[in-house]
């Protein structure tokens, strides 16, 4: 049966219409409501006018090297902005084609659009209706959005205000940039298109491809389920259909977009992580210094609060030079793998416990610094506890220099494998500057954080020697003085001493200064420290930048005393300099996030000893590379151009150094295990010839091979000046002693 149809007179249609009128009226004057109490704050307040000016949004900090290099971030969100211009216009064609492509017709908010996506939402097949600039609003003001539907509702009316806010006061470029720099690209700590972009395709925003742009924009839609590296496939299929709308919007022909839809991702992925990347100990002593800096200069915002390093996005601009990072790095991992597999052969079948002083000691101090330990105290475990703990068999990750290891293996045996491994620092700088061009503070930032660059201070050995012979060289001492190498006892302040010398290391005889520096002989440097007294060595110490302790005992000839390879390394370069101390310098300045100067760094600079003395200095050190402790530099590592330096080795094996210099470049090295009680057993395999020069000559070795950092090999150390007035020339020097010089003869004495 069929139903009877119902026309409905020209009075009802008349009534109906006016009624879907008055709804429709209705919503607007509702909407339009809703608005007005929202801009009134009913809801609560919107941003006001100076935020819309500085929108907030957690920006990485970057560290940023000589050659203009980030050698890393600081961060909450690891996020840095950029401008406009460092936009390629793929990024910005691939972002209007597919989340608004009516951006540049409309003001913030498009009614057009909102229309047709609540005509699309009730055919079953929902969009979103957020502009650009409602979703800047969003990520900007909302911190994403609440989850909450009735809370979401007020927050949707606030983004409206705030996007017709922000198109009066910003350009359509400036929303696109700001946009691109706050947006999350999920995991990662990866936030922002630069972030982004060097994240998966180790690039910047300026150089990305159509098919890259396309993937990044893809992205944003839902990070995790379009997450190249998790789930490729789905990645895959969104550029093409971002690229799809990028040809269907006139920014790519078909051809085009064929073409990039059948390349594959070619993702370079690169995880960024504070434990990732060059330089982590100096952007650790890095971050240190800043905070104090901004602290003890009552450096703040304009509205009076602190700057956070982790989030205003400061712009630190340093001395490091990341290519010279990049080779002391290289060198270190290149020889300290093999220095450790001789220090485990040389222990191999040794009782550590009978063989090492203090060992248990040692082991129950670093079971006590460990964070297991400290884990287990907080959960209120008894001492005995905790040490069946550390005698229990667990899943422990290691650092090995083939890379981290997951094994099985009781904790209190991890903290034994520690303690056997070396360690290992680099300071490279300017002399002339003072400006540090490379810094390597430990071997693994990860797992082992303590620097030993700046924060360390170990034995110095024969590395102070030169102080020593530096006072002998100001009170008119020759290079060419001889002196009978034999035991010579001092006997200062009461206290009588002399040095040992053993006889492998002991060469008998008349030895000139410059023989027995080259040489480290031990006697012949007291004999020397008898005569000139250690207070003139511990003033002339101080003034070449030493801040440690140095005591006015004669031992501190021989390096008895602690010291940095900071402090060392700019020590050393006095004798490079002539005779002027640079301060060692890492930074240069911090800007804010819009390139205004909050600080600049002044390198103070003084006269420690003068210049003829600093060049005799260097004339006796050169000795050591080319014919004494250091003669492996020519003879192994081929490095014959001028090159000064010396080597240190404490008592007992305990640290190895060698501090080297040439007219452009000084650089320390320091090798030894975390405890001074663990070392090598021989000399021969201890010295600082062995476990810290090989380093310093694989680093020159890799610059002098750079030709375009500037490192020659054909420069030698300038004159003083004023010329010499002692004597370099010893055979001349013999002659003067003997009253045989040319005059002596004319005169017939």
Same mark, same amino acid.
């Given at each position: 049966?069929?139903?009877?149809?119902?026309?409905? &007179?020209?009075?009802?249609?008349?009534?109906?219409? =006016?009624?879907?009128?008055?709804?429709?009226?209705?919503?607007?004057?509702? /909407?339009?409501?809703?608005?007005?109490?929202?801009?009134?704050?009913?809801?609560?307040?919107?941003?006001?006018?100076?935020?819309?000016?500085?929108?907030?949004?957690?920006?990485?900090?970057?560290?940023? &090297?000589?050659?203009?290099?980030?050698?890393?971030?600081?961060?909450?969100?690891?996020?840095?902005?950029?401008?406009?211009?460092?936009?390629?216009?793929?990024?910005?064609?691939?972002?209007?084609?597919?989340?608004?492509?009516?951006?540049?017709?409309?003001?913030?908010?498009?009614?057009?659009?909102?229309?047709?996506?609540?005509?699309?939402?009730?055919?079953?097949?929902?969009?979103?209706? &957020?502009?650009?600039?409602?979703?800047?609003?969003?990520?900007?003001?909302?911190?994403?959005?609440?989850?909450?539907?009735?809370?979401?509702?007020?927050?949707?009316?606030?983004?409206?205000?705030?996007?017709?806010?922000?198109?009066?006061?910003?350009?359509?470029?400036?929303?696109?940039?700001?946009?691109?720099?706050?947006?999350?690209?999920?995991?990662?700590?990866?936030?922002?298109?630069?972030?982004?972009?060097?994240?998966?395709?180790?690039?910047?925003?300026?150089?990305?491809?159509?098919?890259?742009?396309?993937?990044?924009?893809?992205?944003?839609?839902?990070?995790?389920?379009?997450?190249?590296?998790?789930?490729?496939?789905?990645?895959?299929?969104?550029?093409?259909?971002?690229?799809?709308?990028?040809?269907?919007?006139?920014?790519?022909?078909?051809?085009?977009?064929?073409?990039?839809?059948?390349?594959?991702?070619?993702?370079?992925?690169?995880?960024?992580?504070?434990?990732?990347?060059?330089?982590?100990?100096?952007?650790?002593? $890095?971050?240190?210094?800043?905070?104090?800096?901004?602290?003890?200069?009552?450096?703040?915002?304009?509205?009076?609060?602190?700057?956070?390093?982790?989030?205003?996005?400061?712009?630190?601009?340093?001395?490091?030079?990341?290519?010279?990072?990049?080779?002391?790095?290289?060198?270190?991992?290149?020889?300290?793998?093999?220095?450790? %597999?001789?220090?485990?052969?040389?222990?191999?079948?040794?009782?550590? =416990?009978?063989?090492?002083?203090?060992?248990?000691?040692?082991?129950?101090?670093?079971?006590?610094?460990?964070?297991?330990?400290?884990?287990?105290?907080?959960?209120?475990?008894?001492?005995?506890?905790?040490?069946?703990? /550390?005698?229990?068999?667990?899943?422990?990750?290691?650092?090995?220099?083939?890379?981290?290891?997951?094994?099985?293996?009781?904790?209190?045996?991890?903290?034994?494998?520690?303690?056997?491994?070396?360690?290992?620092?680099?300071? &490279?700088?300017?002399?002339?500057?003072? !400006?540090?061009?490379?810094?390597?503070?430990?071997?693994?930032?990860?797992?082992?954080?303590?620097?030993?660059?700046?924060?360390?201070?170990?034995?110095?050995?024969?590395?102070?020697?030169?102080?020593? !012979?530096?006072?002998?060289?100001?009170?008119?001492?020759?290079?060419?003085?001889?002196?009978?190498?034999?035991?010579?006892?001092?006997?200062?302040?009461?206290?009588?001493?002399?040095? #040992?010398?053993?006889?492998?290391?002991?060469?008998?005889?008349?030895?000139?200064?410059?023989?027995?520096?080259?040489?480290?002989?031990?006697?012949?440097? %007291?004999?020397?420290?008898?005569?000139?007294?250690?207070?003139?060595?511990?003033?002339?110490?101080?003034?070449?930048?030493?801040?440690?302790?140095?005591?006015?005992?004669?031992?501190?000839?021989?390096?008895?005393?602690?010291?940095?390879?900071?402090?060392?390394?700019?020590?050393?370069?006095? /004798?490079?300099?002539?005779?002027?101390?640079?301060?060692?310098?890492?930074?240069?300045?911090?800007?804010?996030?819009?390139?205004?100067?909050?600080?600049?760094?002044?390198?103070?600079?003084?006269?420690?000893?003068?210049?003829?003395?600093?060049?005799?200095?260097?004339?006796?050190?050169?000795?050591?590379?080319?014919?004494?402790?250091?003669?492996?530099?020519?003879?192994?590592?081929? $490095?014959?151009?001028?090159?000064?330096?010396?080597?240190?080795?404490?008592?007992?094996?305990?640290?190895?150094?060698?501090?080297?210099?040439?007219?452009?470049?000084?650089?320390?090295?320091?090798?030894?295990?975390?405890?001074?009680?663990?070392?090598? #057993?021989?000399?021969?395999?201890?010295?600082?010839?062995?476990?810290?020069?090989?380093?310093?000559?694989?680093?020159?070795?890799?610059?002098?091979?750079?030709?375009? $950092?500037?490192?020659?090999?054909?420069?030698?150390?300038?004159?003083?000046?004023?010329?010499?007035?002692?004597? $370099?020339?010893?055979?001349?020097?013999?002659?003067?002693?003997?009253?045989?010089?040319?005059?002596?003869?004319?005169?017939?004495?």
């Amino acid at each position: 049966m069929q139903k009877k149809e119902v026309k409905l &007179s020209p009075q009802e249609i008349k009534r109906y219409n =006016w009624l879907i009128w008055k709804i429709a009226i209705g919503f607007v004057v509702l /909407f339009a409501l809703l608005i007005t109490v929202t801009a009134f704050g009913l809801f609560g307040t919107l941003p006001p006018f100076r935020d819309l000016e500085n929108p907030k949004s957690n920006q990485a900090s970057e560290i940023i &090297s000589s050659d203009k290099k980030v050698l890393g971030t600081y961060y909450v969100q690891n996020r840095s902005s950029v401008t406009y211009k460092d936009l390629s216009p793929y990024l910005v064609n691939a972002l209007v084609a597919t989340e608004d492509n009516r951006f540049y017709q409309h003001s913030g908010i498009d009614f057009q659009r909102s229309f047709s996506i609540i005509f699309y939402n009730l055919i079953g097949k929902p969009q979103g209706g &957020s502009t650009i600039t409602q979703q800047l609003a969003k990520n900007l003001y909302n911190g994403g959005g609440s989850h909450n539907p009735f809370v979401r509702i007020t927050q949707k009316l606030k983004e409206l205000i705030i996007s017709v806010q922000l198109e009066r006061h910003y350009t359509k470029q400036e929303i696109l940039t700001m946009y691109l720099n706050t947006v999350d690209f999920g995991a990662y700590n990866t936030y922002g298109i630069k972030s982004a972009t060097r994240t998966y395709f180790n690039t910047t925003p300026d150089k990305v491809s159509p098919d890259q742009a396309a993937l990044l924009v893809g992205m944003l839609n839902a990070p995790g389920l379009y997450s190249p590296i998790r789930h490729p496939q789905n990645a895959i299929g969104r550029r093409n259909l971002v690229l799809e709308r990028m040809g269907k919007e006139g920014y790519l022909t078909s051809g085009q977009v064929d073409e990039f839809k059948q390349k594959p991702l070619d993702l370079e992925f690169t995880r960024i992580d504070h434990n990732e990347g060059l330089a982590q100990y100096f952007r650790a002593v $890095l971050k240190k210094e800043i905070q104090k800096i901004l602290i003890d200069k009552s450096i703040t915002k304009p509205d009076g609060t602190p700057y956070d390093l982790d989030r205003d996005g400061l712009k630190i601009y340093t001395t490091i030079d990341a290519t010279m990072q990049e080779y002391a790095e290289e060198s270190q991992r290149e020889y300290m793998r093999g220095l450790q %597999a001789q220090f485990n052969d040389h222990w191999k079948g040794h009782s550590l =416990w009978k063989e090492i002083k203090n060992y248990k000691l040692l082991l129950d101090q670093g079971m006590r610094r460990s964070d297991r330990y400290k884990e287990l105290v907080s959960e209120g475990k008894s001492d005995d506890e905790i040490r069946e703990n /550390f005698n229990t068999p667990d899943s422990i990750n290691l650092f090995t220099w083939r890379g981290d290891i997951d094994t099985v293996m009781k904790p209190i045996d991890s903290i034994v494998y520690c303690k056997m491994l070396l360690r290992n620092s680099l300071m &490279s700088m300017d002399p002339t500057t003072g !400006y540090i061009k490379a810094w390597v503070g430990g071997i693994n930032f990860e797992h082992f954080k303590y620097d030993q660059v700046k924060d360390g201070a170990r034995q110095v050995g024969s590395t102070a020697k030169p102080f020593t !012979y530096a006072v002998a060289v100001q009170q008119s001492y020759s290079p060419c003085m001889e002196f009978n190498n034999v035991p010579d006892t001092i006997d200062y302040d009461g206290q009588k001493w002399c040095p #040992r010398s053993g006889k492998t290391e002991t060469i008998p005889g008349m030895l000139t200064m410059r023989e027995a520096l080259a040489h480290s002989q031990n006697w012949i440097t %007291a004999h020397i420290m008898k005569e000139i007294t250690p207070p003139p060595v511990v003033e002339l110490a101080k003034r070449m930048g030493i801040t440690t302790d140095v005591p006015p005992y004669p031992s501190i000839c021989l390096g008895s005393f602690d010291a940095s390879v900071f402090d060392m390394t700019g020590a050393y370069g006095v /004798f490079a300099n002539h005779g002027v101390w640079t301060q060692p310098t890492f930074l240069l300045r911090i800007e804010d996030k819009n390139g205004n100067v909050l600080y600049t760094n002044h390198t103070q600079i003084k006269q420690a000893m003068d210049e003829q003395t600093a060049y005799v200095m260097t004339y006796m050190l050169k000795a050591v590379v080319t014919d004494g402790t250091g003669a492996r530099m020519g003879f192994k590592y081929h $490095l014959t151009n001028p090159i000064a330096g010396k080597t240190g080795t404490p008592n007992d094996n305990s640290d190895g150094w060698f501090v080297g210099y040439t007219p452009q470049l000084v650089t320390g090295v320091w090798t030894g295990c975390e405890d001074r009680d663990i070392h090598f #057993r021989t000399e021969r395999l201890g010295e600082g010839a062995n476990t810290a020069l090989p380093i310093f000559a694989l680093y020159m070795q890799k610059l002098y091979a750079n030709t375009s $950092l500037g490192y020659k090999k054909n420069i030698d150390f300038d004159l003083p000046k004023g010329g010499l007035s002692i004597t $370099l020339d010893c055979g001349a020097y013999d002659q003067q002693q003997k009253g045989t010089s040319p005059v002596d003869k004319k005169l017939e004495f």
